[in-house]
């Protein structure tokens, strides 16, 4: 089962943030083998972090809760919030299979939330060289659809954007992100 988490932060836990940064690390060091993308949002300035995104392949939701709920930045209160919702990989690939690697181009995580009819439930034709990780947002037992996610490679944040059809969703939300994990 796969499963996207976004942490969003407090606006004033940059500090905490680092603080915890080793213990996030080894934290996300024990689920690296179900990783499929992680890494930080970050703010306008392409530096200042706003949060984290994790896509993960993991047993149950259970398993899930316990990723997110656990992890110490959430328990430190490090966050505001965490969506944590049932995602589908339609890529079959990791970010580290992107053949645009991992710092090729501004990167965003896209996130569509549902209203209606579900949409976008394919890759889109044209885009998959600049697409990172892609896939629906789906209710905890996957019946439903609850919206549209995504990695990718853009020019900017108004072409990350038009990836999603526009008037299927009430909400999308556009963040820089780059790709996580420690320094090798």
């Known amino acids: 089962?796969?499963?996207?988490c976004h942490h969003r932060d407090r606006s004033d836990s940059l500090a905490l943030r680092m603080e915890l940064l080793e213990e996030h690390w080894s934290s996300m060091d024990r689920f690296a083998q179900e990783m499929i993308a992680r890494g930080p949002t970050l703010a306008g300035d392409?530096?200042?972090?706003?949060?984290?995104?994790?896509?993960?392949?993991?047993p149950d939701a259970a398993t899930a809760r316990a990723f997110a709920f656990d992890e110490?930045?959430?328990?430190a209160g490090v966050y505001r919030d965490v969506l944590l919702r049932r995602w589908r990989?339609?890529?079959g690939r990791t970010m580290w299979d992107f053949p645009g690697g991992p710092t090729d181009g501004d990167r965003f995580l896209v996130l569509g939330l549902g209203a209606g009819e579900a949409a976008d439930l394919t890759v889109p034709a044209g885009r998959g060289d600049d697409l990172i990780a892609y896939g629906p947002l789906l209710?905890?037992?996957?019946?439903?659809?609850?919206?549209?996610?995504?990695l990718l490679r853009a020019p900017g944040p108004a072409a990350a954007r038009a990836l999603l059809t526009e008037d299927r969703y009430?909400?999308?939300?556009?963040?820089p992100w780059q790709?996580?994990?420690r320094s090798q």
């Open 1 to 4: 089962m796969e499963f996207l």
């Open 46 to 58: 392409g530096e200042t972090p706003t949060g984290s995104v994790r896509i993960l392949d993991l």
């Open 72 to 75: 110490p930045g959430y328990q």
């Open 89 to 91: 990989d339609l890529l």
């Open 139 to 150: 209710s905890d037992d996957a019946t439903a659809w609850l919206g549209t996610a995504a």
């Open 170 to 175: 009430a909400d999308i939300e556009v963040h």
């Open 179 to 181: 790709f996580g994990g």
